[in-house]
T-cell receptor
Framework: DAGVIQSPRHEVTEMGQEVTLRCKPI?????LFWYRQTMMRGLELLIY????????DSGMPEDRFSAKMPNASFSTLKIQPSEPRDSAVYFC????????????????FGSGTRLTVV | DAKTTQPNSMESNEEEPVHLPCNHS???????IHWYRQLPSQGPEYVIH???SNVNNRMASLAIAEDRKSSTLILHRATLRDAAVYYC???????????FGTGTRLTIIP
């Protein structure tokens, strides 16, 4: 398996522009998570999905952020309009249902998207 | 979410064992103890998890105190590649999200 695939790896955009980050989870995984990492705030969970359904979006900072998972193999995180304070590394991760202990190797993270908003 | 407490940083010599401590005095009976690490410029990586008994895998060992209020991640023979931030996190069934703290930054001295 190629692991969790995120695109793009780097994104530089101007303030006010729409940004779309993409994630392909590991096939067969039940859960998908979006995290954001900054020096000041560390790793923050933004939202997670179970079987393509959003379960908890309490970490989404504001209405400018939205996430979708139209099918089991694809998810997007959109920021519209983007602001300089959104600059961060955004990680996507996927996992099996935790109860499947014999198969569970925890979350698998992607390599992240480094977003810079100027 | 139940909280964990870890030292901000630790140093260890290459090729020696490393013991990374974690305190979780408010752990509940259904909380598992998870360890992840994040190498420079990479996403976090699963290391190991356990509930009550000590656990071993190819990467590390997890020693869990009898009262479960603390645990120790053991790297048996540190290499330079083990330099990373190590996160100790509590999680349980039915609540699949993991909340990362600030972790322990491990430096390996050649």
């Amino acid at each position: 398996d190629a692991g969790v695939i995120q695109s793009p790896r780097h994104e530089v955009t101007e303030m006010g522009q729409e940004v779309t980050l993409r994630c392909k989870p590991i096939s067969g995984h039940d859960y998908l998570f979006w995290y954001r990492q900054t020096m000041m705030r560390g790793l923050e969970l933004l939202i997670y999905f179970n079987n393509n359904v959003p379960i908890d979006d309490s970490g989404m900072p504001e209405d400018r952020f939205s996430a979708k998972m139209p099918n089991a193999s694809f998810s997007t995180l959109k920021i519209q309009p983007s602001e300089p304070r959104d600059s961060a590394v955004y990680f996507c991760a996927s996992s099996l249902y935790f109860g499947r202990q014999e198969l569970n190797y925890g979350y698998t993270f992607g390599s992240g998207t480094r977003l810079t908003v100027v | 979410d139940a909280k964990t407490t870890q030292p901000n940083s630790m140093e260890s010599n290459e090729e020696e064992p490393v013991h990374l401590p974690c305190n979780h005095s408010t752990i509940s009976g259904t909380d598992y103890i998870h360890w992840y690490r994040q190498l420079p410029s990479q996403g976090p990586e699963y290391v190991i998890h356990g509930l009550t008994s000590n656990v071993n895998n190819r990467m590390a060992s997890l020693a869990i105190a009898e009262d479960r209020k603390s645990s120790t991640l053991i790297l048996h023979r540190a290499t330079l590649r083990d330099a990373a931030v190590y996160y100790c996190i509590l999680g349980n069934f039915g609540n699949e999200k993991l909340t990362f703290g600030t972790g322990t930054r491990l430096t390996i001295i050649p």
